[in-house]
């Protein structure tokens, strides 16, 4: 699909249709195709947990301001977002580290440069957390466009209670969920609404320096 075009078919949709399913080939196609989304040095401190059971459904849709489009979707998307993903000795990095030696970017001997930079980029509070969630919401936005481009529907949630949420799915400290991405069918019965405004390059751009 053209780029313009993918962009303007991808909406929230409000409304799913629950007889259709999402076939578990198409997930892992629209997955891997959005893995390729880039991250900071290559770290990809993402994951995701996949929710089809209608009893999770459920109990996700009562901590998420009871939206209906969460149970009526065949599929929901957990992302999380992994604040330790930058640290020594985190499997994902200690394998994006070697790829970048296997492929010739970097040379051993970086190592104690890379560890430094990373604690001083990283290493608080805010700084791993600020690296969990801007490299997410690229993926996040990623799984949205592949899931139009594959001919479904999606809707981004972050209206819930991410105490609650954390607490009812077991999600371990080091992840925070920036957000949940409902995939499905647009339920044809329903009428999907008019798309809304956007900025245009005048109200985006403040200065041109
Ligand atoms: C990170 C994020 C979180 C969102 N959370 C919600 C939500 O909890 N409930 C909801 O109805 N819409 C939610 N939305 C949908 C937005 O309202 C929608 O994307 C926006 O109005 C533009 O409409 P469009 O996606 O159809 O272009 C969210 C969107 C994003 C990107």
Redesign the pocket.
Known sequence: MEFSELMKK???V?FFDPEKPVEQGVLEKIIEEASLTPSGFNLQPWNLLVVRSPEVKKRLRKI??D?PKIEDAPVVLVLLADKDGWRPEHPVMEKAWQDQIDLGYTKPEMRSWFDGAARQLFDSEKGSLIFAVRNSCFF?MSLMLAVANAGLDS??????DHEALVAELEVPDNFVV??MLVVGHFDEKQTLGP??WRKSYDEIVRQEL
Do not use: E, L
Not at 155 to 160: D, T, Y
């Open positions: 991808r909406r929230s409000n998420a301001w939206q996040g809707h981004p949630i972050s209206g819930f920036p957000m798309a809304k």
